[in-house]
């Protein structure tokens, strides 16, 4: 779909799309509508339940005085409440009905609205982002599904006044969008397309767009001492990859970046302490860590942000082989850290062990977050409303915090603590990778911080519960979400930018 910017004009063909306020207040566009088709529009609100609420959208077919064969009606809500995530998610909603009505092209015709929060540029932007983020989908596999079945939408128009302007805003906000569907592509396909080679050529594609990529094989982890990440991967053929990215662009290239590591088991059988059928297919994902890093270090790139930052991801196949890890094996991590390995299942944790190390030891950064798709148990606790935030840090969990609520990719922080951390402590080796029936999550967090060096911020993104989604939201389809690219972006953009 492309979007476009041009000047506030009725449109010859396709759907219009025009404002309306919280209870029932025409804007300046609608009452144009209004005055042109002789009263259809109040008519029309009058006979429907319609009140201009954010959710509310009602058609208007063929309407005598105007061009378009349709007229859409879409509620803004209250003025005060009309923010970025408002706006987006009016622009995904108008994109749904589009294409719910078959549409091929639409027109959206904005204006300021007194009272809001956003300028009418900003507005304007905003719609046209969340319109994006919605249009995704994942179909390349898809190769016998009927025209009708398929979206129809294929450009849109918002005319603002403020057209230059709008662009001018929108535009980072497109590169964002960009990311956001690279990371989600990545997270959807099947493991027999992504597996660590493929998943590493992946990245190396952000070469394009300026970040530098190195990948780092089993010989080289090896070397390192890598023996968590490398022990979650040998039980499968496809060779573990260690894959390092930098973006430098902060205006001191020789300054410490601030860095992001994710979990990357592109397919996770459990191991031999396999997972029940039921389900495993869904294991594809356990990669959406590492998708999300991926996919905030090409945003990072693309929109030329002020920051110097490093992303490292994990990238390894957790099989059930002959060769596999087994149940009370002891393993040295990259840190000289002994773990007794008593479920093959708690594998990500392994992974992000060595992962961390690494970064740290080569980086230096002024914070370090983690993501990974880690633990059923914060499902548990958090359902898919909110991600498990895990922090060392009062001044980094608050702007995580803080950074969720402005992007919709809400974090909950729970509690880590020395009662905790017992839990893990091991009879025969530094350490053991599970914890226990009870706190699954918290016990998760626990081992990773025993892999973070001394006087580092560090915050732990557990997104088990918001990688995927099994319903439409406004500006997320179902399926792949890529939660955390617009959630780490604003981090930066917030605190860690050049100003």
Request: proline residues 5%; neutral net charge; aromatic residues 6%.
């Amino acid at each position: 779909m492309k979007i476009a910017f041009a000047k506030p004009e009725l449109p010859e063909t396709g759907s219009l799309a025009v404002g309306v306020m919280d209870g029932r207040k025409l804007g300046s566009h609608a009452a144009q509508v209004e005055k042109l088709t002789k009263g259809a529009v109040n008519r029309a609100i009058g006979a429907s339940r319609f009140k201009g609420g954010p959710d509310d959208h009602l058609a208007l077919l063929a309407p005598a005085g105007v061009q378009a064969h349709r007229v859409l009606l879409f509620g803004l809500g209250a003025a005060p409440k009309l923010d970025a995530l408002a706006a987006q998610a009016i622009g995904g909603r108008l994109v749904a009905a589009f294409n719910a009505a078959g549409e091929k092209e639409a027109t959206v015709l904005i204006e300021a609205i007194p009272g809001a929060p956003l300028s009418e540029a900003e507005l304007a932007a905003n719609i046209a982002y969340g319109a994006q983020l919605r249009s995704y989908r994942f179909d390349k596999y898809k190769t016998k599904e009927k025209p009708e079945q398929k979206p129809s939408l294929k450009r849109l128009t918002i005319g603002t006044a403020e057209a230059h302007a709008a662009k001018k805003a929108y535009d980072p906000l497109e590169k964002i969008g960009e990311s956001i569907s690279f990371a989600r592509d990545l997270v959807s396909e099947p493991a027999n397309i992504i597996y660590p080679e493929t998943l590493a050529q992946q990245a190396k594609t952000l070469a394009d767009v300026g970040v530098e990529v190195k990948v780092l094989g089993e010989s080289e982890m090896k070397k390192l001492g890598m023996g968590a990440i490398l022990g979650v991967g040998q039980g499968s053929e496809r060779e573990s990859k260690l894959v390092v990215m930098r973006w430098n662009g902060a205006d001191d290239s020789k300054a410490k970046p601030i860095a992001f590591v994710g979990k990357g088991v592109t397919f996770d059988t459990g191991g031999i302490s396999i997972k029940p059928a039921a389900g495993m297919e869904d294991m594809k994902w356990d990669m959406a860590g590492s998708g999300v890093v991926i996919g905030l270090m090409r945003a990072l790139a693309a929109r030329k942000a002020k920051v110097n930052a490093v992303g490292v991801v994990g990238l390894v196949e957790n099989m059930p082989g002959g060769n596999a890890q087994r149940p009370g094996d002891i393993v040295t991590s990259m840190s000289g850290q002994t773990i007794e390995v008593l479920n093959t299942d708690a594998e990500g944790r392994l992974v992000l062990a060595d992962a961390l190390w690494y970064t740290q030891e080569n980086f230096k950064p002024v914070a370090i977050v983690d993501l990974a798709t880690l633990t059923g148990a914060i499902m548990v606790a958090l359902g898919q409303v909110h991600g498990g935030l895990f922090c060392n840090d009062d001044t980094l969990s608050d702007r995580l915090t803080e950074a969720g609520k402005a992007t919709g990719e809400l974090l909950w922080r729970m509690p880590l603590g020395p009662a905790y951390d017992k839990l893990i402590d091991s009879p025969a080796a530094d350490m053991k990778n599970i914890g226990g029936r009870y706190g699954g999550s918290i016990t998760a967090a626990q081992f990773i911080q025993r892999f973070i060096q001394k006087g580092v911020p560090w915050a732990h993104l557990d997104i088990a519960g918001m990688a995927w989604s099994d319903k439409d939201a406004p500006t997320v389809p179902k399926g792949a979400t890529a939660y955390g690219v617009r959630l780490l972006d604003r981090l930066v953009a917030d605190h860690y930018e050049d100003k």
